[in-house]
Structure formats: structure tokens, C-alpha cells
């Protein structure tokens, strides 16, 4: 039986009278790729902010493991430590190479001696595809490039689990392939990942389970077979319906 990793119970967050999402329950088993759709404005991206602890959520629990990552007594930069995020912007440091930029969080928070943190992230940049743009800072690489170098940095901790915030909404459309193939590849390898996207070839090719969210509440979740050729609720039919149809317009017109 799958091992969960991520066990999320009555998350509720809110800002003000605004209520970004209430009771989610959510249970992401090792070695699933679980990717998150839905319109703009339902929680996706803050659901993934009070994973990694970047926001605190007002109510519930989070499970990393068998550890209560929630609880007040949870130390929230060794939490970090074993969750990788990728935002929709690279967040790389400017004046570091991509080599020095997946090195640092091995140096500074692992303490890893150079040597060995220099081994380390030329596996990881190897890992992307990105080896011979090692010494490359990130004003010389593409956009496509930048976010596989955020990426190779993230895996550089080993995380137990990757969170996706729309990592390719910042490409250009020729870019997007290059970081998505990546993410297959990290699928493939059996590395548990929480996506939250909008390309639905991905979902649909990739996915272990999609979860459809609005107006903070999980509508439906299934498999990608479940959910674009047999939904259970109009609602998630017709969001797949405009989606599909608005990129495939915007994959023609480029």
C-alpha cells in the first residue's frame, strides 16, 4: 500500500472576510504527481504557500510524513528543508552562476564543505539538462533555462516532496516544453510532486491524480481518465472544455 507523504486535514485559510479555502482535505502518497487545476482566484497557489509554511493557514493540519508540520512547536526552516518549491518566477540571485545558485542552500543551510556542495549541484544541473550552462549567470540564460536551474536547486536538497506553483506561466510558449520535460523525467523517476498548473497535456500525460479546485473547495478529483472523459460534475467539464479550447487557440497563434 502507497505511503502518504503529504496528508493535509480541514486546511482553512482566510483573509478577512475572504475566504480562500475552507476543510480542504488532501492526501498526496509517495511517489504520486498530483496536479492541481482550477480558475484564478481558488486557493491553488496559497494551498501550496501554507504547504512549505511561506503562509500560515488559519485552521487544520499538515502532515509531512509522520511529523505535524502545523504544530507551533515545528521548526519552519528545517520543514523547508525537506520541501522543494518552484514559483512561477525563477528567484534566482543575478550576480551568482546557475552552479553557485544551486549550491547555496547547500552550503548555507545544509553546511555542506564546497567540494561536496560543487559535486552536489553539478549532479543536479546535470539532473536538468543544464551542465555546460554551470558557470552561465542567469541574465545569460533563457527563461526555460532559469526555471530548470530553479528547479535543479530545488532537488538539490533532496526533498520528500516538489511543489509546482505554474512553473512555465512566466515562458515563453517555445520554452515551455524544455522545463515540462524535466518534470516528466522527475515523474518518471518516482518523485512525489504537487503540481499547480494550467497546461492540461501535462496533466493529462503526467498525472497520477487531478484535483479540481474552486472557490476554495475540491470539486472533483480523479484521474486524468476520470476527470476529461468522464467528470461527475458539469462544473468540471465545462472549466476543461474552456481551458483546452483557450490553449490550443494560443498554441496555434504562436
Known sequence: MAKPILTIKKLTKKY?????????DLVVNE????????????????LLRCINLLTIADEGQIWLDDIEITAKSCDEDK???????VFQN?????????LENVMLGLTKVRHMKPDEAKHKALL?????????RADHYPGQLSGG??????IARA???DPRIMLFDEPTSALDPELIGEVLEVMRKLALEGMTMLVVTHEMGFAREVADRIV???KGSIVEEGSPEDLFYHPKHERTREFLWKITELYGKKEKES
Open 16 to 24: 478577512g472576510e475572504n475566504v480562500i479555502f475552507h476543510d480542504m
Open 31 to 46: 511517489g504520486d504527481t498530483i496536479v492541481i487545476i482550477g480558475p484564478s482566484g481558488t486557493g491553488k497557489s496559497t
Open 79 to 85: 520543514v523547508r528543508q525537506h520541501i522543494g518549491m
Open 90 to 98: 525563477f528567484l534566482l540571485f543575478n550576480h551568482l552562476t546557475a
Open 124 to 132: 543536479e544541473l546535470e539532473r536538468v539538462g543544464l551542465l555546460d
Open 145 to 150: 533555462q532559469q526555471q530548470r536551474v530553479a
Open 155 to 157: 532537488l538539490a536538497m
Open 212 to 214: 479540481f479546485l474552486e
